[in-house]
């Protein structure tokens, strides 16, 4: 039986956790390079504000299971999982190998135990002997059914990212309510108005360093993902086709990174020519 390819190991994304670094240190360096304090933007009544009313908001606009998912996917934003394109690839070959050999019906077996739920269903309708056609727009259903379920999740925060905004100047204005009761005291009336115009700097901020960048990771997440599988339903279009493994290797290396030659580079053979 073949030897199950590798799922790729679960990594913290370099690339999120030093945007937000960044961008968080540009903003806070900034204000004290003009000589303020981080005090000055501590207003734990604004973060409420603006984080209240945006989530409220959210959940009012999305169905709430949508909301759930969601969140789930915050952990793809933070923890990155590389994509065992060069394992796949040699799974594929294998099991083309054996198909060219033993007949496709050999691989009944091995479809079995594949853990991957999508190479999995492939392989078992081209053992069941399902038109190409079909199997292709089968497969292709199922794939366009989870990239919408990710464009849904990323519109989830492109929400939030265009409430949060707005929910600030609510919270702005309501500092500046506060303030004109305090008319006669001018020095607490400009340092009110400054307090007030906290919560406008937290709307756009966490609008546009947290909420919409991560809309933008989970939509490429989904890219990725999207293409793992297009090149898993080339794989087994290729293998029902009973094309020989080296063509087959040589489309699916065009999905892997800078053009796939990774996997022929390792030396590992791509099957005997029969």
Known sequence: MADQPKTGGVKPDIATLLGLLVAIGGIVGGLLLEG?????????????????????AVFISTPLPICISAMKKLGQVFMQKSAPMESVIEQLIEYANKARKNGIVALEQDAATIQDPFLRK???????????????????????????????????????????PTVGIIGAVLGLIQVMKDLADIEKVGHGIAVSFVATVYGVGVANIFFLPVANKIKARAHEAMQVKEM?????????????????????????????????????????AE
């Open 36 to 56: 303020g304090a981080i005090k000055d933007i501590a207003q734990y009544t604004a973060a409420i504000i603006v984080l209240g009313g945006t989530i409220g």
């Open 122 to 164: 492939g392989l078992n309708l081209a053992v069941d002997g399902t038109d190409i056609q079909e199997l292709r727009k089968m497969l292709e259903l199922e794939m366009g059914m989870e990239e919408h379920i990710a464009e849904s999740e990323a519109k989830v925060f492109e929400a939030a990212g265009g409430y949060a």
């Open 232 to 272: 898993i339903l080339e794989g087994i279009v290729g293998i029902v086709e009973g094309l020989n493994p080296k063509l087959i290797r040589s489309k699916l290396e065009a999905f892997a990174p800078h053009g796939g030659g990774a996997a022929g580079k390792k030396g590992v053979p791509s099957g005997p």
